[in-house]
């Protein structure tokens, strides 16, 4: 199935948003809004976004979340074990990297519920990926053979494992799972370009 994906690289950590669509709807979805929402909304133009979709709880990828949910009455869904982190910017990574405590307008959101989620005629699997949190999930449309993989899996690399909930024998077992998957996927990532999961799994022995 033919998509329409749109990255918006947003912010001081240069984040990808992507904002997805079926072609010929006037609505999408978006994941991983990043923390610049007039950059954002500018690149949505007349899309109405019907579902806000995050990989994982961390500052740099929710911070739009809040006026971009309130400005389309959007519902936003997280995992269940990263909800903590989306307004408490001690875990989220804000206060760390930030160098201050401050708060941004609060994101509610809702827990993921079972393995798949469809909206805007996008029928989202939902593959839980521990590693660089403990609630990362990648976003995954096979119909369209495209993976939306968060901070888990880059071109070359994957996500860091020293943050709140980091840990190495999760990040092992979730690449290994997602190179399971069609070597042909594109994998769109939290940060940098592009890659397939053929491209990535031959950097590996797992
Ligand atoms: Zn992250």
Known sequence: MNIEIVRVLCGLIQENAYIVAVPGRDDCVVVDPGDEYPKLKRALGERRVGAILLTHGHFDHIMAAGPLAAAYGAPVYVSAADMEMLN???????????????????????????????????????????????????????????????????????????????????????????????????????????????????????
């Open 88 to 206: 408490d910017a001690a875990i989220n990574g804000y206060t760390g990297l930030m160098g201050g405590g401050t708060c941004w307008p609060r994101i509610g959101a809702a827990p993921y519920a079972g393995g798949a989620l469809s909206v805007c005629g996008l029928d989202f699997t939902i593959l839980s990926t521990p590693g660089h949190s403990r609630g990362s999930v990648c976003l995954y449309l096979p119909d369209a053979a495209a993976l939306f993989s968060g901070d888990t899996l880059f071109c070359a690399g994957y996500g860091r494992l020293d943050l709140h909930g980091g840990n190495l024998a999760d990040m092992l077992s979730s690449l290994k799972a997602l190179f399971a998957l069609p070597a042909d996927t594109a994998v769109y990532p939290g940060h940098g370009g592009n890659t397939t999961i053929g491209e990535e799994r031959v950097r590996y022995r797992l």
